[in-house]
Nanobody, 124 residues
Framework: QVQLVESGGGLVQAGDSLRLSCTSS????????MAWFRQAPGKEREFVAA????????GYGDSVRGRFTITRDRAKKTVYLQMNSLKPEDTAAYYC?????????????????WGQGTQVTVSS
């Protein structure tokens, strides 16, 4: 069973930055695409960013493109989400997810393992 553990969430002011981390418990080198999604109260889970395994090709949701950056450290089995210029509308629980392949998509059912989530709250 793969476990994904997120960290780095918190309460910040608009314009601040945060970096989220997601570490995998897999014993072997992870060879899957990884993504971040977020979910605000009363809203559907939303694609935020993803990164492929073999090419490191990245993708972003329209609302975060240019402000957020996803990276990965294969040796540490960790994926990061650097979030800059945070806005109150970025407030949500953020989840990392492992794709079923070495690529990624924007759809929820392309991911088979999920972390427990880390809360990000941005005050105005």
């Amino acid at each position: 069973q793969v476990q994904l553990v997120e960290s780095g969430g918190g309460l910040v002011q608009a314009g601040d930055s945060l970096r989220l981390s997601c570490t995998s418990s897999e014993r072997t080198s992870i060879s899957y695409g990884m993504a971040w999604f977020r979910q605000a109260p009363g809203k559907e889970r939303e694609f935020v960013a993803a990164i492929g395994w073999s090419t490191d090709v990245t993708g972003y949701g329209d609302s975060v493109r240019g402000r957020f950056t996803i990276t990965r450290d294969r040796a540490k089995k960790t994926v990061y989400l650097q979030m800059n210029s945070l806005k109150p509308e970025d407030t949500a629980a953020y989840y990392c997810a492992r794709a079923r392949s070495d690529g990624w998509t924007r759809t929820l059912n392309s991911y088979d393992y999920w972390g427990q989530g880390t809360q990000v709250t941005v005050s105005s």
